[in-house]
Structures are given as C-alpha cells and as structure tokens.
C-alpha cells in the first residue's frame, strides 16, 4: 500500500512535468504568433499558463521534498525526483522568457518588416527553438535519450544564428532600417533554447546515468 | 596483523587504485583472471571462491564468489532468508555449530583457507571477531567483560588494564564508563552495552569484525554512534556488516553486495549499489519494490 502510495506520487510529478512541457509548448506558439502570424493573441493568456506553471512547479518541489524525506527514495527513483525538480524549474524559466518576449511585443509599436534580414534570421532561430521544445517534451514523454541527444543539437544552431544577428548589428548601434526588437526576441530564444538542451541533458541523467554536457 | 600495520600496510590512494584495477563489480573475477598478483592478494581481508552451503538438504548459498577489501566497510543486504547472515557466519566458521550444515568452496582469510585441514577455530575466532544483532554482554562487571577474552587468550594481567582502556576507548565508551567499572554491565543501556561488546571484540584484535544487524534494536541516536565508532574503526580493521536498513547500508559502507535466494546477485562499491545498480532485481529491492 505504502508503495503504490510513493508510485503513484512518482507518477503524478512524471504527468505535472508533462504537463508543464505542453503548456510552455503551447506558450511558445503562441506568443511567436504575435509576432509572425499577425493574429491577435491575448498577453494575458499567457500571463495566466505561466502563473499555472508556477502552481504546478510548487507542487512538483512539495511533493520531491516529501518523497525525499518520508520515502528515502534510493537508485532511479532519486533521479527522477532530482531530475523533476530541474525539468521543471526549466520549463518555468522557459514560460517566463517567453512572458519576456511577450512584453516586448507591447514596446514594439513599429510596422514589423518580416522581409527584412533580422526577421527572417528570427524565424530561423524560432523554428529551431520550436522543434527544441518539442523534443525536449517528447524526450521526456518517451524517456528516448536519443531523442534527447538529438535535439540538444540544434542548439548550436540557434547559437550561430544568433551570432549572425549580432554581426549585421550596425555598429553605430542602429541604422534606419535597422529594428532592434529581433535581436531582443532572439536573446530571448537562445536563452529557451539553452533550458530545453537543459532538459536534454537532465533525461540523459535519468535514463542512463550519464552527466553529459549539452548546452556549450 | 595487528591494528598498526594494517593501518600503516597501504595508502587510502592505494586501495583505491587497487578497486579500480580488480573491479568489485565482477562477481566472477576468480573465473576470469586467476592469476593475481601477490600484492592485490595481500589487500584482500577475506577472499571467497565458489562457496556453496547446504542446511540439509536446503542449498543456503550458492556458488558465491565475493572479494572483503581490507580497511573497508563491506555491506551484505537481501531480503530475510537470502542468506546474508549465512554467509557472514562462514567467514568465522560459525556454521560449524549447527549440526546438518555442509559446506564447500574456499573462505580465505587473509589468504589461509578457513576451512582447511588444521585451522584452529578458536584462534580464527579471536582473528574474525562478532558483533550479534542483540548485545550480549557477560552478566559479569563491565571491566570483566573486556578482560574476559584477553585473558583466556593468555594475556598477562599487567597487560590487561591497559587493553581495557584501549579497547573502550576504541569503541567511544570510555568517557561514559571509566568511573563505574566495576558495575554490571546489564546496568548499562541498549546502545551502550553493544558499544561494550565492540569493546570486548577489539579487546582480542582482531583483523576482521562481523556485525549481524548490530543496530536493529538501537534508537537513531546509539545508531548514529554505532555508526561512527563503524567508520572510526575501518581504519584499523576490515568490517562486514549484515543490515536491513538500506540507508545505513549506504551510509556507512564502502562496497556492498545484494543476496537474493542464496546468490549473490551483484556486488560493487556502495554508491553504485545505490545510485545506479546493474541488476533489476537489486534495483526493485533497495527500492522497495519487492522482497
């Protein structure tokens, strides 16, 4: 009885960091809408998936700290509390980052140019942060390292993108033409894209025992 | 070997590198690499090579072969009836005891086998010293309890006042207990009388002590001692503890080994056990999952 208990607590926090994974998904979608899509999303929307991210975050530390002390979990099960506690301090700087890009989007009075250079370098590093994302969850989900290994790599890509966007910064800190707001989405991206490697790397503790360094 | 040059024998970095080399994790090392070199030889406390016990016509332990590393806390853990407690007792012969045991295979201790023609059992015993679950001093004065056993090994009488100290001392009694002495020691507590048969133990220096649950009937706080006076003495001798509770076996030990059903199922160094066991039938045990 007192372990289908503990199993069953396990297998909570496993669902409440799933969950997690789909709302920072859907958050991420969402707010890169904004800008791409020209479709009205609603800030406060996301303001409210973030606050539930951080009611579940609290529940998945209240529960680690009480398997921890009443259930002294040993071998995989430690892991997977520890492991827990990480994925899901990541996921919530993952929905605030994207609550950061969010707010920029109100500053962000000028006619977005989605032809010109930066905007199109942004896509590129959205598109990869998106399929990061997604990885990163379905990693998780499916307890796939491979999977994991995998996504962690196009991190390296939004890293040189980003990079990209920092060269063609005019050196006079802004040319006419020139908008600086996808360069601030951009640090934003890159930032997400370094806790979903996060992630990568916190399965592959979980599942093999490996502490492998992902995010470079 | 006294406690001296067991301790002044190797380096901590020695050991070491000496666990790496044979790697504890192998079970079967004998099988696939018999050919030791006499200096790993001489670092082994206890070497155990194709032990089989039969109660009966039961078979208790099956084909174990298990390397004890000097100066090392070894945990033996399984579920009630694996035969952990068995294979503790073999190593002092303990088994003899019991009238339908059999036993085959090699027990060495510090490369003499145990269960050779000519051992002396009683000299073994003084050699392979044991620490019951449930503390047995003599109904005798706490002094009489640790002179006891110097004295029938033919210790002179000057001698043993000085042992006497040494040996509560060694076992972290010494300070509760030097001004009453001559009580009994059934007057003292549950936690001090086992620290006192530790104390009778090391009083006959011993290269090896067993511990057979010494904590099972201890509050946390005498554990907790029993548990530190454990990690004090490894410096000077090898100790192989029997335990139920997963997380002292974590604790306090070095390298341990997991028994299911009279076989030893895996063994290596404890963190290892712990974190990351091979085995998933270790796993579901020290998880609590099943046995």
Known sequence: MMRSNYDSELTKMREDIILMSRISTNMFEQCMRLFFDERAVSIQNLEEMKKQ??????????????????????????????????????????????????????????????????????????????????GAAEAY????????????????????????????????????????????IAEHIERIGDHAANICEEIMYLEKYEQVRLNN | MNATESKNAFSYEDTLSFENAIGFENKYLYEQDPAFSPEMNRKKAIEVKDLNLWYGGNQALKKIYLDIPKNKIFSLIGPSGCGKST??????????????????????????????????????????????????????????????GPKIHGVSKKEIPGIVEESLRCAALWDEVKDRL??????????????????????????????????????????????????????????????????????????????????????????QIFENPQDKRTEGYITGRFG
Not at chain 1, 60 to 69: G, H, N
Not at chain 2, 130 to 145: D, L, R, T
Request: negative net charge; hydrophobic residues 40%; charged residues 25%.
């Open chain 1, 53 to 134: 991210q951080e009611v579940i975050e609290k529940e998945i530390e209240r529960t680690a700290a009480k398997l921890i002390t009443l259930q002294q979990p040993v071998a995989k099960d430690t892991r997977e509390i520890i492991c827990a506690v990480l994925i899901a301090a990541d996921w919530m700087k993952i929905s605030s980052h994207i609550t950061d890009i969010s707010d920029i989007s109100v500053l962000c009075t000028e006619k977005i140019e989605l032809d010109s250079e930066e905007w199109k370098m942004l896509r590129l590093i959205k598109d990869a942060a998106e399929k990061m994302l997604n």
């Open chain 1, 141 to 184: 989900r499916t307890r796939n390292t491979d999977k994991a290994l995998f996504t962690a790599e196009t991190d390296d890509e939004i890293d040189r993108t980003l990079w990209k966007m920092w060269n063609n910064f005019p050196e006079s800190g802004g040319g006419s033409s020139f908008s600086f707001y996808p360069l601030m």
């Open chain 2, 87 to 148: 294979f503790l007792r073999t190593m002092n012969r303990m088994n003899d005891m019991i009238s339908n045991c059999r036993i085959e295979g090699k027990v060495c201790v510090d490369g003499e086998n145990i269960y050779g023609k000519g051992i002396d059992v009683t000299g073994l015993r003084k050699r392979v010293g044991m620490v019951f679950q449930k503390a047995n001093p003599f109904p005798m004065s706490i002094y009489e309890n640790i002179a006891y």
């Open chain 2, 182 to 271: 001559k009580e009994p020691a059934l007057s003292l507590s549950g936690g001090q009388q086992q620290r006192l048969c530790i104390a009778r133990t090391l009083a006959v220096k011993p290269e090896v002590i067993l511990f057979d649950e010494p904590c099972s009937a201890l509050d946390p706080i005498s554990t907790g001692k029993i548990e530190e006076l454990m990690a004090e003495l490894k410096k000077d001798y090898t100790i192989v503890i029997v335990t139920h509770n997963m997380h002292q076996a974590a604790r306090i030990s070095d390298c341990a080994a997991f028994f299911l059903s009279g076989e030893l199922i895996e063994t290596g160094k404890t963190a």
